[in-house]
């Protein structure tokens, strides 16, 4: 069996990849020799942990989810390695390829990963790797969803925007992850700000391009067609920033949906749409992908998509190839269970 036949059998995503794909290549039956223990993936985002294991004597991925320890230092390691133990059945994994937001560092540490406190201070795949008593690596949860995407539709050259609680870029050229000198190829948070802001204090591309920032967005112009009711106290935005008619920071799902008759609303997706599609273009200057695929909770919303494609459309610049993630919120998880395949039959 076959990775994509494996991510097809367990109805991660109805559309199959190309027969020259990688993933229509990469044989679970070569992943190691006889009686070697599964294949583990972990994505550990702010709040979920999710991971997949890829067993040589199966013909299904199993997967499971839990909410992110919030402690994070070794009792996140804990977590996840009771995950991958679980999802192993008891095995021992024949390699773990784990992803999370910030920089990985060569002692092994996490650097710019908020959402993981002590993490900047902790080797994570050698505490982890003592747990499992199997080889971790740790790389960028965007990067891994670039080489999901990759593997999936078999470009050697994309780049993958994860938006939602905040935003980055994973780059794959020439078939290879680029990581940059330090690890930090990608990290976009904070770019200065260059197309606008209705929020005081907006500074930075992902004040807007986030789920946190279409909220700001929204709330400002509510309040201010209000009349400023409930406008909150500066910083960026304010929590209660247009109560008179949002009553309080709306979820994002909320201003989408709103974005139809909601002038503000839709004021609020089009200065986000805006600033992702600056990015965009900067990366297709930069790099030359010859797709850049959106993805995130954020950015996988059609309402988001369609913005940042009538953005593209209305500027003159060359021509880009936007692309909705084939893989969805899993793109991380294939990245990383393709990734530990590489690492167990030493292909990088």
Known sequence: MTLADAVLYAGWTATPPPPDAPASWIDLRRASTDGAGPLVGVDVGGTKVHGAAWARDGAALSEAAASTEPSGGLAAVDQIAAL?????????????????AGIPQPDGTLAHAPNLPGWDALDVPAALSARLGAPVVIENDVALAAWGEHLWGGEADLAFIALGTGIGVGIVQGGRLLRGATGGAGEVFDLPLVTGSAVPGARTLEDVASGPGLQREYAARAGAADGGAGAGGGGAGGADAGAGRSGALAATRDVLARAQDDPAAEEAVTAVAAAVAHLVVSIRCLLDPRIIVLGGGLGSRTEIVDAVRRQLGAGAHRPVDVRVSRL???AATVGALGLAHARATARL
């Open 328 to 330: 969805g919120p899993r």
């Open 84 to 100: 991958a133990t679980g999802l192993g059945r008891g095995r021992r994994p024949s390699a773990v390829v784990l992803g999370a």
